[in-house]
């Protein structure tokens, strides 16, 4: 087991998100490892954004270092980390929140008939709901390679949701998003039951996801699904770097 695998096993998001880099090899992924192996930072990127995680303990001019992402994007981070952090990101943190992290087995459920899997064939509809809709939602056409569902009605995509990374036996997943006109009609609930399903499936055992803590619905959604809360963490939500 490498220092990196050491340092994440108590973090089954991040430890999943690790082995879905190395199996990827350097595509939208890096990670690093201090040196005395005490803290490390996970970088993913998507088409318009990208997301960092600080994990551990790490020097404040490393944190610094960390923390000023090139593009627009979100900040992972535990409280430890906060001030070093903001001392370089001043006017580029639009929003500070907390982030929950959740897990549970799958297993094998119900399909709602309006449900299909979507496919890289899929991307210009899948980016047209997003640009429409949640321009600032994270998705890149290479997540349409994986598990990830959309629901229908009349030709039209009203739901989705899907898997972001999956390596070893286990995936984690997000993009529960509905069209604004359906919400209230529990079709994000229909389309994660169907992604359970269908990774129950593929083989996969265990599913994990993240949401903010202020989107109170979407927590008691998942925990009234059996999801298990295994994390807290804070979310800075930036902006781009100043030029």
């Given at each position: ?77 535990e ?14 943190i639009?929003?500070?929140r ?50 990830f ?6 030709g039209q ?15 984690n ?7 604004p ?9 229909t ?7 269908t ?45």
């Open positions: 087991m490498t220092g990196l695998e050491r340092l994440l096993a108590p973090h089954p998001v991040f430890r999943l998100y690790f082995h879905a880099a190395v199996a990827a090899g350097e595509r939208n992924r890096s990670a690093y490892l201090s040196d005395d192996g005490t803290g490390a930072a996970l970088a993913i990127s998507f088409a318009k954004q990208g997301i960092r995680t600080l994990i551990g303990e790490l020097p404040d001019d490393i944190i610094r270092a960390l923390a000023n992402l090139p593009t627009v994007g979100e900040l992972h981070l409280a430890r980390h906060l001030e070093a952090a903001k001392s370089v990101l001043s006017g580029r639009k929003n500070t907390g982030l929950r992290y959740y897990a549970r087995p799958t297993e094998r459920m119900e399909v709602d008939p309006r449900c299909r899997r979507l496919t890289p064939a899929d991307h210009a509809l899948v980016s047209h709901f997003f640009d429409s809709f949640y321009p600032a939602a994270i998705f890149s056409p290479w997540m349409l390679e994986g598990p569902i959309g629901l229908f009605k009349d995509l009203l739901a989705c949701g899907g898997v972001v990374a999956q390596a070893k036996g286990a995936a997943i997000g993009n529960f998003l509905t069209h006109a359906h919400r209230g009609r529990f079709l994000g609930k389309v994660l039951s169907c992604l359970i399903n990774l129950a499936e593929d083989g996969i055992g265990e599913v994990t996801l993240g949401t903010n803590q202020d989107n109170l619905s979407a927590c008691l959604l998942y925990e009234a699904f059996g999801f298990q809360m295994v994390e807290e963490r804070l979310q800075l939500d930036l902006g781009g770097p100043r030029v």
